[in-house]
Structure formats: structure tokens, C-alpha cells
């Protein structure tokens, strides 16, 4: 006589922290959970099958303890999940991501184009392209050491994303608001010192040359002109100036939103 066995169904007790609660059905929200499983499934998996992309992670803790992504999950265990601490030093415990994340860089899905020049004003590496594919989006951030920055919610669950970050927000000065709390950037942030446009690097240039090129209104107006080192483009003080000016103020401040 055979007798057949079914996988023993086990349970874990899982809470997720902060805004990882985004990615959560509202009845799990702010709350513990039980989570059913067969096997002994790694922590990843279940975490990404509950609906959370693993590069939001940065703390593990079963039991008091804190373990990797590797850690195979046993019944009873008490799981708690953090988001990437970017303000905060937690080397004691096993982080998730190698180290820090800082002198920060980025790079922006189809979708963030407002979004990656608003970072670029504020003078951080944003890396865009228009309809870029998402495999060469993984692979040059993979390769360049740059944080995914997407709407794409299955983008970050691929598993050779290392760090990303879902955007939540759709309005561009919102979604500004959003990176800079979460990445800490306010320290970073050198404003008026990347193209718009192409994201190179600003610089001063020479005067002379740069009059004949700007229009002939700017000529009494300016004495010092800025260009671009990677397309070429011009920039000056103009009257937009103080716009922006007081637009990178309010980011800054926590105002802009």
C-alpha cells in the first residue's frame, strides 16, 4: 500500500516598516500578518511574493536576529522587514545592500523624464533616455553603480536589480520630494552644475566666445556664461535665474511640494 503525503503547510508571522507598506494590501498595513508556505522557501522569495521588490530592503530581523536574503524561512518564525535606511548608520546588523549609498547616482525609466531634469538642476548624476529598453536600464545601472529610480513595480523585482527605488508620487515636484527624503540628499545637492538637457557637467567658459554666441540682448546683461561639457550647451544668469533659484530653494527647505 502507498500512501501519499502533501507538503506540510507552515506559517510565518511577517510586519512590514514605513513605506514598505506602500507595495501591501490595506488588511496587512501597519500590522503583523501570517504568511502560508510549503518548503523552506528563502526570505526573498516570500517577501517578493507578498508583493514587495526586493531592492526596497534593507533589513531583515527573524527573531532578533538579522539575516540576509539567502535565509530560509522556518515555521513560527516572527519576520521583520525596513526599507533602505539612507540617514541612518545600521552597520552593526547584516545590511542588505553592500554599503551606503552615497555620492549618489541615478538612473531614470521612460516615464521620469521631468523627474531626471529636475535632478539634474539640483546637480545630480540622472542618468534618461527616451524609450529606453529595461534590460539596458538594469545593465547600465548594474555597471555604473546607479540607483533605478521607476514607476515599474515588476522592473524592481527582477532579480539582478540591486538598487531601486519604486517612485509613489506621478507629479514631477511630488515625486523631487519624494527622492530627496529618501536618499537624504539635501547635503549632496550642487545646484546649477549639470546640463538639463544631457546631463554633463557645467562649467565657467570663456566670456568672449560665449557673447558671440548668446543672443545679443544678454551681452550687457551677463558677464559670466556657463557651458556644457558634454553637449556643448551655453548657460547664463538670465531672468529664468531667479526662478529656478527659488524653486531649488524650496526643494531644499521642504517647501517645493
Known sequence: ???????????????????????????????????????????????EAIGVPHPEVDLIVVGGVSVGFDYHLE???????????????????VR??????????????DHLGKLA???????????WKRDAEKGALVAR??????????????????GDVTHGCWIRHTDPREQLSEVIARFDLCAQARPFTRCTV??????????EQARREAP???????DEFYRC????????????YERLKAFVDGMMSGKGS
Open 141 to 158: 545601472s548594474l555597471a555604473e553603480h546607479r540607483i533605478i529610480l521607476t514607476r515599474d513595480r515588476k522592473l524592481l523585482k527582477s
Open 229 to 240: 561639457q558634454s553637449c556643448g550647451k551655453l548657460y547664463w544668469k538670465g531672468t529664468h
Open 75 to 93: 515555521d513560527g518564525d516572527a519576520v521583520s522587514v525596513y526599507p533602505v535606511f539612507e540617514a541612518f548608520d545600521i552597520s552593526p546588523v
Open 96 to 109: 542588505l545592500r553592500p554599503k551606503p549609498l552615497r555620492g549618489t547616482r541615478f538612473i531614470l525609466d
Open 1 to 47: 500500500m502507498v500512501t501519499s503525503h502533501k507538503p506540510l503547510d507552515r506559517t510565518s508571522t511577517f510586519r512590514f516598516y514605513a513605506e514598505l507598506n506602500d507595495f501591501l494590501s490595506a488588511d496587512r498595513r501597519q500590522r503583523d500578518f501570517r504568511y502560508s508556505f510549503t518548503g523552506s522557501p528563502a526570505v526573498k522569495d516570500a517577501i
Open 216 to 222: 545679443e540682448r544678454v551681452h550687457e546683461r551677463c
Open 117 to 127: 531634469r529636475a535632478l539634474r538642476l539640483l546637480g545630480f548624476d540622472a542618468a
Open 198 to 207: 544631457c546631463n554633463g557637467a557645467i562649467e565657467v567658459t570663456d566670456t
